[in-house]
């Protein structure tokens, strides 16, 4: 065999091997490309909410997305970010032959913690979504939402989160689905804030536009409690509320007011950063 033979012999196999590497790299490129991007949906309303199922149709339906729901079997609305103690009964629930999802007998962060833990043991979410909500949950009454509870559970675990509430009556439902699938879509393409969760607000009537603004005042006020039984020395109250308007023009309580759709970024962290320096003056010491 000549110098010449070997020097073909040798571009030949030069060109074979590039050309396997080029095959091996387009089919595991190819493979994480089609890795779909997991989104854990829950809500406070319950497994049975209509406005759940709009919002996993909608989430569905984009490219490449898989929706598993992992929800309260019942209402839990209210629920904040608490939690039932002890073993959860969760049943998979099918409708008209196929799955819907899982639900969880206990709160909505029961429900999500379930569904990260276990239900994305092998294949973890990348995003968690709750809602929609029936009811907004702009201002501090966010405190007291388990929509935005079940999405805080999803920062605890590391994964980032989006809440949708919208207004009881005179909402496009299918509108407010499409509207949260915009984010997700973004979300996908471009990645996800870490740490913080945006709650979206959908108010009624004709929409003005959106807005991104801060937390801000309650819009409902307790205003008394009416006594409905009494036996001896047993009472039972119903309480009674009342929708006020906001007057603070720099938050979302009063933006949403006003017919604009608001979002609504929201951290963990409660802390009062502005007088811990104040709290450390005191001085307070160890007691014996």
């Known amino acids: 065999m000549t110098l010449t033979d070997n020097s073909l012999i040798n571009k030949v196999m030069s060109s074979l ?102 239900l994305g043991k092998a294949d973890p979410f990348d995003l968690v979504v709750s809602g929609i909500n029936r009811g907004a949950n702009v201002g501090n009454i966010s405190h007291l939402s388990g929509t935005v509870g079940a999405a805080m559970e999803g920062l605890l675990h590391g994964v980032p989160a989006i809440a949708v509430s919208q207004d009881v009556t005179d909402v496009d439902t299918v509108a407010s689905a499409r509207f949260t699938a915009q984010l997700v879509k973004h979300y996908r393409e471009s990645g996800a804030p870490e740490g913080t969760l945006i709650s979206i607000n959908i108010p009624s009537g004709e ?36 929708v006020v308007q906001s007057l603070d023009s720099s938050t979302d309580t009063y933006a949403y007011q006003q017919g604009y759709i608001t979002l609504t970024p929201l951290k963990f962290d409660w802390t009062d950063h502005d007088i811990t320096e104040r709290v450390e003056s005191w001085n307070l010491q160890l007691v014996n």
């Open 207 to 242: 929409l003005q536009g959106v807005k991104i603004m801060p937390m801000g005042d309650s819009y409902l006020q307790t205003s008394h409690y009416e006594l409905v039984e009494q036996t001896g020395e047993r009472s039972v109250y119903e309480r009674q509320r009342i």
């Open 17 to 118: 091997a590039h050309a396997l590497f080029l095959l091996i790299f387009l089919q595991t490129s190819s493979s994480v490309v089609a890795q779909p991007y997991r989104i854990l949906l829950s809500n406070d309303d319950g497994i049975n909410s209509p406005l759940l199922h709009t919002l996993k149709e909608e989430l569905a339906a984009l490219p490449e997305v898989e929706v598993i729901i992992s929800a309260p079997a019942d209402n839990q609305s209210g629920s904040s970010h608490s939690t039932d103690g002890g073993p959860l009964i969760v049943e998979h629930i099918y409708q008209n032959g196929e799955s819907l999802g899982y639900a969880v007998a206990g709160r909505p962060s029961d429900a999500v913690r379930f569904g990260l833990v276990e």
